[in-house]
């Protein structure tokens, strides 16, 4: 009895399960490079320290994007929003929002920075506003959107209104259309400013690497393992039949 060559013979169903997955996982790993190149763009605009244009020439140009800074001159208005369920160094507490009216251009919801909560629920923190022109510098921000499963809107009222979420439906309510994007104070000793010293909260660039890294290297496996386990199919099948009627004759 002897052995034939190894030749190849692919199965369908393990065709069509690799033709289903590996484009996921290639998928998956040029998603990951493109997350990092966004948080490669963003952390090199928090480590920008200076505005690069004028804020109305900022909007004009619609290249808003996340961490870039700004500079603004204007006033505070007199609304209000209290970020709910914020804490610091394991304290409750509130993030400022306020509206803010620029000498040119849209209003402006400006993070102000964070404050503790009083002891009882009921009462909300006493908020000192600016009443004056000043100049603010800070870095563009989204704004606090809504948890999945929705958030109520406030109760009508005064102000400040305790929130926790303010998506920017919620600001135009007020009959007003404010820029597309929020402003973080760029530090404590900005005008207005509270515990203004929020860093970029983000995965670096590097993790998003690795994660894609990964994902290819799981690719490679699949289609070795794919064809290694096609090539075996076949690869040792011994000679019966009119081959062993030869042998005998």
Known sequence: MGFRSGHWHFDWRLLVFAGVFLPLLFNLGVWQLNRAEEKARL???????VAEADWQEMLAGGQLRQGQPVMLSG????????????????????????????????????NRGWLPAPAHRQQLPEI????????????????????VLGDQEPAAGGWPRRVQALPMQRVQALGIQPAPMTVHLADSQQPGAYRADRAPDVMGPQTHYGYAFQWFALAAVLTILTL????????????????????NG
């Open 228 to 247: 290694v386990a096609s090539y075996k199919k076949n690869s040792e099948r011994p000679e019966t039949g009119a081959d062993n009627d030869n042998d």
């Open 128 to 147: 000192q506003t600016p009443e004056v022109l000043l100049s603010l510098q800070g870095r563009l921000a989204v704004y606090p959107e809504p948890p």
């Open 43 to 49: 952390l090199q605009a928090w480590t920008t320290g």
């Open 75 to 110: 006033w505070y208005s007199g609304q209000t929003w209290l970020l709910d369920n914020r804490t610091r160094d394991g304290r409750a507490g509130y993030e400022v929002l306020t509206l803010f009216e620029p000498v040119s251009g849209p209003p402006v919801v400006i």
